[in-house]
């Protein structure tokens, strides 16, 4: 009987001392089964759970849940839309325009120049300059536009401007750049001055109109042909002057009696055009009176000929004149004592002091012995030609 009225009171709540729920109020741990317990406050909740071994793991709500990313160890980062941005694209010409790309299809996907229709249809070289119009592009295949596909004279409004008489862009100005600027025409011109080596002289239009008027140092247009420059080579002005004078680059020699100077090579492109004026060479020469082997008019016997003279035999390309000084005449003093053939200017010099016969009249015995000369070198025969001679100096013993 007392058994059943305890249960009643426990069914009714009516237990006469504390009416807390003596049992938890969340089910127990589904693993371990022990209660979670709830702390009841309007805290931070804490939920805890004590493993087999006595240890505790506990989470900490701050207002907000952290929910673990399944898919954490996958790579979220952009492609890099460079490094492939059309790979289904085919685009054999390289415009950009083709099968499957995203710019479009390609009318003629061999042809870099077009990709529409349009341009795959009207893109020509009417005149056959190869300058085109009508293209979707132009490059090096095909450039252009052409300002006038009629005439094939003149091309794009950048083309090269020639020397030749025509307007070759469509300014429709005719050769208006400085001849330095529009020659050569064609060739690689060697050796002609970078300013002012060049003139533009067109004799009808659409022949070339370049023409060299000056030549680096040293060298000579002698055929007149714009296409090979200045083809040939000159004296060495290291070896010789331009001009009558003392430099140091034109002295052949002190020459005692029985010296001899090494043979000397040069060319002069065009004919003796007078002293000064470019066509000549000079040189220096020195026959000391004292180098003798013994004393006038035993000093020895001064020749200056040409070991090579090109051209024909009985008259040679090349012709010399001997100066006392570079103001005076040649052979003025008393040079005249002696001539080669073709004198003056002569084909070979000689001054001999001791001449055997006395009664010479181009002799004399009191004349100044020649200290130091100037040679001049002159062309007389073939202008317009490479040929080149050998001086050669001497002074042979009496």
């Not at 160890?73 to 492939?84: A, I, L, R």
């Not at 020639?162 to 690689?188: H, K, R, S, V």
């Not at 001999?352 to 009191?366: A, L, M, S, T």
Request: net charge negative; with cysteine; aromatic share 6%.
């Amino acid at each position: 009987m007392i058994l059943a009225l305890t249960l009643a009171a426990c069914a009714s709540g009516d237990s006469g001392q504390d009416t807390a729920n003596p049992f938890t109020t969340s089910p127990p741990h589904s693993d371990t089964g022990t209660p979670i317990t709830d702390g009841g406050g309007t805290g931070t909740p804490t939920t805890s759970a004590t493993d087999g071994g006595g240890n505790s793991n506990s989470n900490s709500d701050t207002g907000s849940a952290t929910v673990p990313d399944p898919t954490s160890d996958v790579t979220t980062d952009p492609v890099d839309p460079t490094e492939n941005p059309d790979a289904d694209c085919i685009d054999v010409d390289g415009d950009g325009f083709g099968v499957d790309c995203q710019l479009g299809e390609d009318c003629d996907d061999n042809d870099y120049n077009n990709h529409t229709p349009a341009g795959c249809m009207n893109c020509v070289d009417n005149d056959g300059d190869d300058v085109w119009v009508g293209c979707d592009q132009y490059g090096a295949d095909k450039p252009g536009p052409d300002c006038d596909d009629d005439n094939d004279q003149v091309g794009s409004m950048d083309a090269e401007e020639l020397c030749n008489g025509i307007a070759e862009n469509c300014a429709g100005e005719i050769d208006p750049l400085p001849a330095d600027q529009m020659c050569p025409t064609t060739g690689d011109a060697p050796n002609v001055a970078g300013v002012g080596g060049w003139a533009c002289n067109p004799v009808t239009p659409g022949e070339d109109g370049c023409e060299i008027v000056g030549c680096l140092p040293g060298f000579y247009d002698a055929n007149k042909t714009p296409a090979d420059g200045c083809e040939c080579v000159g004296t060495d002005r290291t070896k010789s002057l331009d001009s009558c004078g003392d430099g140091a680059q034109g002295l052949l020699g002190v020459i005692a009696e029985g010296g001899v100077v090494p043979p000397l090579q040069g060319a002069i492109g065009f004919s003796d055009n007078g002293p000064g004026n470019g066509m000549e060479d000079w040189f220096v020469v020195q026959f000391p009176e004292a180098m003798a082997q013994g004393v006038r008019p035993n000093a020895g016997n001064i020749v200056v000929t040409f070991a090579v003279n090109p051209g024909d035999a009985a008259n040679p390309d090349y012709r010399l004149e001997v100066y006392r000084d570079c103001n005076g005449k040649a052979f003025d003093l008393g040079l005249a004592t002696q001539y080669g053939p073709g004198a003056p200017p002569a084909r070979e010099w000689s001054f001999n002091d001791n001449h055997p016969d006395p009664g010479n009249p181009n002799y004399k015995n009191d004349i100044p012995w020649p200290e130091k000369v100037y040679v001049r070198v002159i062309r007389v025969n073939n202008s317009g030609s490479c040929s080149q001679y050998t001086l050669q100096v001497s002074r042979t013993p009496n």
